[in-house]
């Protein structure tokens, strides 16, 4: 069993489509072990995609991950992290293949819809970056 990291993005939850995306997560393997809705704060959003702070978009990118609020979850199943990375679709929605979310619902290539962390090692920094022990269940 392995656990994974997705962040619903602002322009999903604007567009009520939390329930829409968790049941395309449940239909897969994945168990949502935990889930809150906040708000990132901007110093979140730039620790958050830190690796991407030389990128041109990167201004834009912390504005949009905090132009509304967010849901947060812990996923849990097996090879989680590669599981959901496939279910989510690629990063650009125009290269995403059928029946991914970002397929169906990713507004662009900037407000995609979802995150997905993208190894276990990142997963677990930006699990705990947003849960403690006692919230996942
Ligand atoms: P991910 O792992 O598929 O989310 O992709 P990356 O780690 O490469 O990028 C992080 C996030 O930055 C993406 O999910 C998008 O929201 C945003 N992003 C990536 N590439 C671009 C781009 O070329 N332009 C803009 N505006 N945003 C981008």
Do not use: C, W
């Not at 567009?15 to 901007?42: C, D």
């Amino acid at each position: 069993m392995q656990k994974t990291f997705s962040i619903i993005k602002p322009d999903a939850v604007k567009r009520n489509l939390i329930g829409h995306i968790n049941q395309i997560i449940e239909s897969s393997e994945l168990k949502i072990l935990a889930s809150k809705k906040l708000y990132l704060t901007k110093k979140q959003a730039e620790i958050f995609y830190e690796v991407h702070k030389e990128r041109p978009f990167f201004d834009s990118l912390v504005e949009y991950m905090t132009s509304g609020p967010v849901q947060v979850q812990v996923l849990e199943g097996n090879n989680a992290v590669a599981n959901y990375r496939k279910i989510m679709g690629a990063t650009n929605p125009a290269e995403a293949e059928e029946g991914t979310i970002r397929k169906q619902y990713a507004e662009s290539i900037e407000a995609n819809s979802v995150h997905g962390s993208d190894s276990e090692e990142n997963a677990k920094i930006e699990i705990s970056f947003f849960f403690s022990g006692s919230e996942l269940v």
